[in-house]
């Protein structure tokens, strides 16, 4: 006690604003629930392991720690046998939501003192009152893991709908009946939605497998603009359960009158049954069919696996595990190693590649929680922040991007940098000239061409068996769908094509024309990351994912894709206009086709010009989006200018410098945001759909960043085995699950969060990330 009282002054009582790290050691993954349990700082509130707490002490001389130890409670006989409660919502670890189904766990805590681990324990009236304040308060507050996940979780909750509160509602006579609903436009009887306006009963949307319904509610709003509808079935006593859309958000909301809004359609909520899952329910419930059991493996009597390699990802390992010691990282961290990316990194590498938390227990293997990793990666970026679900090749190219920013130009310090590569683009008019442009990438993605698909003849008899059974009204079985199954060889092909580039401002011609380009890499990378274009935008920005196979091999040569550069022989266009500088300047001109459809609909004509020429002449729905988004700018009405091109239209820095920590290039980032309304998710798609945008850069411009990198480009031969790849199970990358396969001591093992097993039923042609090693 007296050494303890020696020791006061670094004895810290915490303020609301301390983040206390008592869930998880900030160099490790142990626990409270760890073998040693877990160390907390009394003056900094850092939380270490047993194998870590010394090296805090002999960096920092703070001795005085709460040491907390859970062990867990024996279950009751019933728990085993209590069947677990379906969820109803896509989120983690709140009401509703999926689970962890944990058990109970007793709690114990003491006071250590370093370096000698001198034990005092607590609770206990001999301690000093500064001590007993101190622990009570480190006890009850939030952790700043816990404070980290509800600030994510407030912004994921339904918002009260813009519409709700003075919504229009018909006196049309209309009373809905309580039973016995069917579409007003066809024949359904699931999925059906009664608008809140006029008391229209109409089919949901059609769903990217054919399922679903027709679209009538939605077509219905475009007609009459009747904001609100809510998901019959879904309604019962429980009002805030129901399934209430907004169609002008574009989301499920809360309508706070909603029992007003459905009694003036008769209907008595309080007397209804529940008979349809709700939006998020049906995606759930969606979870569980064929393709996630494939992707997942499961029913398989799979082998689990342990030990070093066996807890997660193997890439990073190289830089942040075998030639990085967690000491070392720690001893060079700033004050506060949580928020420092190299500590988080080292610390995740080791966690994943040490073993230490690949040990079988009842539930298969401990596996670990990069909660701190994910808290310093999305930090600053407001959507991997949030609890939902984002695109895994998003994050992969954040990730990049920010250990890029960490050690900026030490290309030996990049982990990444083996996955980068340089596209060369060849551009050749019909005066016979030609332009090349370079781009550096990390991924190359690839669109899927189905009508390239091997399995034709078996695809129009299950399409025909299909529209017979539509007709009798049944429904195709999981296991009679025919889907396409198209050759990694035809996707390949698809990127290094002939493309014609319509609308091209040739500087040889003075003049549009249409040009034909071509690509291929200028380098090969040592590890070739392959993204399949599943997800794409149907008519009316409604996202289709692609239900289809990919037929990839294990060893894959793309040494003829290798860029030749210039040619003898090959002139190369002029960089500016010739003769008297008086041809058509280097921008687009409105597309007149796209400018009568616009102008049909009834807008101003001058407004359809500056949305085509402010959207690259790319298509009628982003000269729309455009047009929406812009009709109250002042400057709207005045004429346009003729110096003005698409590229300088005024777009969110912020949205700018989202897409460009993406990878994509400024300018071409800036025209996507232009066509798609100021909106990241179709701007990035519009990218990924327009690879001739990226031609509208100088040569010179373009080049001078990737030459400085040359030296450190990785390049070699074009022959490639695949290692891994990532599949994703869900309709859209927004809500779903991914599940990683990974080629490891000569066999492949599913890594499927915590579950880590020999694969048994290898779905390898179910892939949205296909990552290759150069051989």
């Given at each position: 006690m007296d050494l303890l009282r020696s020791h006061l002054h670094k004895v810290r009582i915490p303020e609301p604003t301390n983040r206390i790290h008592k869930d998880e050691c900030c160099v490790s993954f142990d626990t409270p629930r760890s073998e040693g349990g877990l160390y907390v700082d009394m003056t900094s509130f850092l939380g270490f392991g047993k194998e870590y707490v010394a090296w805090n002490f002999e960096r920092t001389g703070n001795?005085?720690?709460?040491?907390?130890?859970?062990?867990?409670?024996?279950?009751?006989?019933?728990?085993?046998?209590?069947?677990?409660?379906?969820?109803?919502?896509?989120?983690?670890?709140?009401?509703?939501?999926f689970t962890d189904q944990e058990p109970e766990y007793d709690e114990s805590f003491e006071i250590v003192i370093l370096p000698e681990f001198t034990s005092l324990p607590f609770p206990s009236v001999d301690l000093p009152e500064k001590v007993r304040i101190a622990v009570d308060k480190v006890i009850l507050a939030e952790s700043a893991d816990r404070k980290q996940q509800l600030a994510a979780w407030v912004a994921d909750k339904k918002k009260v709908s813009a519409f709700a509160l003075d919504l229009q509602q018909l006196d049309n006579g209309v009373i809905v009946p309580p039973t016995g609903w069917k579409c007003s436009k066809c024949d359904k009887t699931e999925n059906l939605w009664l608008n809140l306006t006029d008391g229209m009963i109409l089919c949901g949307r059609r769903l990217w497998d054919g399922s679903g319904g027709n679209n009538h509610a939605?077509?219905?709003?475009?007609?009459?603009?009747?904001?609100?509808?809510?998901?019959?079935?879904?309604?019962?006593?429980?009002?805030?359960?129901?399934?209430?859309?907004?169609?002008?958000?574009?989301?499920?909301?809360e309508d706070p009158l909603l029992a007003q809004h459905l009694s003036h359609f008769g209907i008595d909520f309080s007397s209804l049954l529940k008979t349809e899952m709700t939006t998020a329910e049906r995606e759930l419930d969606h979870n569980t069919n064929y393709d996630w059991n494939r992707i997942q493996e499961s029913g398989k009597d799979a082998e689990l696996l342990y030990g070093p390699g066996y807890t997660g990802l193997i890439n990073l390992g190289n830089r942040y595990f075998e030639k990085q010691s967690l000491k070392a990282t720690f001893a060079n961290s700033p004050a506060d190693p949580t928020l420092d990316l190299n500590m988080q990194m080292t610390k995740l590498a080791h966690g994943l590649l040490s073993g230490k938390y690949s040990l079988p227990n009842q539930e298969g293997q401990e596996g670990i929680r990069p909660r701190m990793f994910k808290t310093v990666i999305a930090a600053k970026h407001p959507e991997f922040s949030s609890m939902r679900q984002q695109d895994a090749l998003d994050f992969f190219l954040h990730l990049i991007d920010q250990v890029d920013q960490a050690d900026p130009g030490k290309h030996e310090l990049n982990p990444f940098t083996g996955f980068k590569f340089i596209i060369e683009e060849r551009l050749q008019c019909p005066s016979g000239k030609v332009s090349y442009n370079k781009r550096s990438d990390y991924i190359l993605s690839l669109s899927i061409p189905l009508h390239e698909?091997?399995?034709?003849?078996?695809?129009?008899?299950?399409?025909?068996?299909?529209?017979?059974?539509?007709?009798?009204?049944?429904?195709?079985?999981?296991?009679?769908?025919?889907?396409?199954?198209?050759?990694?060889?035809?996707?390949?092909?698809?990127f290094s094509g002939a493309e014609e580039v319509?609308?091209?401002?040739?500087?040889?011609?003075?003049?549009?024309?249409?040009?034909?380009?071509?690509?291929?890499?200028?380098?090969?990378?040592?590890?070739?990351?392959?993204?399949?274009?599943?997800?794409?935008?149907?008519?009316?920005?409604?996202?289709?994912?692609?239900?289809?196979?990919?037929?990839?091999?294990?060893?894959?040569?793309?040494?003829?894709?290798?860029?030749?550069?210039?040619?003898?022989?090959?002139e190369l266009l002029p960089e500016g206009a010739s003769g008297d500088n008086k041809g058509e300047p280097a921008y687009p001109v409105a597309s007149e086709d796209i400018v009568s459809q616009l102008a049909s609909m009834g807008f101003n004509y001058l407004h359809c010009q500056k949305a085509a020429i402010s959207t690259s002449n790319t298509g009628v729905e982003e000269a729309m989006n455009w047009l929406l988004s812009h009709m109250d700018d002042p400057d709207i009405d005045d004429p346009i200018s003729k110096g003005s091109q698409a590229t300088e239209q005024t777009v969110d820095e912020t949205s700018v410098q989202t897409l460009v920590s993406f990878g994509f290039q400024e300018d071409v980032a800036r025209k996507a945001l232009a066509a798609?309304?100021?909106?990241?998710?179709?701007?990035?798609?519009?990218?990924?759909?327009?690879?001739?945008?990226?031609?509208?850069?100088?040569?010179?411009?373009?080049?001078?960043?990737?030459?400085s990198d040359d030296a450190h480009m990785p390049d070699g031969?074009?022959?490639?085995?695949?290692?891994?790849?990532?599949?994703?199970?869900?309709?859209?990358?927004?809500?779903?699950?991914?599940?990683?396969?990974?080629?490891?001591?000569?066999?492949?093992?599913?890594?499927?969060?915590?579950?880590?097993?020999?694969?048994?039923?290898?779905?390898?042609?179910?892939g949205y990330l296909y990552f290759f090693q150069r051989i």
């Open positions: 001795p005085v720690y709460l040491h907390i130890v859970q062990r867990r409670k024996p279950e009751p006989d019933d728990e085993a046998d209590r069947p677990l409660k379906k969820p109803t919502l896509l989120a983690i670890g709140v009401e509703g939501g939605i077509e219905h709003y475009e007609q009459t603009k009747y904001p609100l509808a809510v998901k019959l079935g879904t309604i019962t006593a429980d009002l805030e359960a129901a399934d209430v859309f907004s169609y002008p958000e574009d989301d499920s909301v698909a091997t399995n034709k003849e078996q695809l129009e008899a299950f399409h025909e068996k299909k529209a017979a059974m539509d007709l009798d009204g049944k429904e195709v079985s999981n296991e009679e769908i025919v889907r396409p199954r198209v050759p990694l060889e035809a996707c390949l092909a698809s319509p609308d091209f401002y040739s500087t040889a011609l003075n003049s549009k024309t249409t040009a034909i380009k071509t690509a291929g890499f200028k380098t090969f990378p040592d590890y070739l990351v392959l993204q399949m274009r599943k997800f794409v935008m149907e008519a009316g920005w409604v996202p289709k994912k692609l239900d289809v196979y990919i037929d990839v091999p294990d060893i894959i040569d793309i040494s003829h894709m290798r860029s030749k550069g210039m040619q003898p022989g090959e798609s309304g100021g909106n990241i998710e179709r701007a990035t798609d519009w990218i990924f759909s327009h690879p001739e945008a990226s031609i509208s850069v100088p040569a010179d411009s373009s080049t001078s960043n990737i030459e031969s074009g022959r490639y085995k695949l290692m891994a790849f990532v599949s994703h199970m869900g309709t859209s990358t927004h809500c779903g699950h991914y599940v990683a396969h990974v080629l490891k001591d000569g066999r492949w093992v599913i890594f499927n969060d915590s579950k880590v097993a020999a694969s048994v039923d290898l779905p390898k042609d179910m």
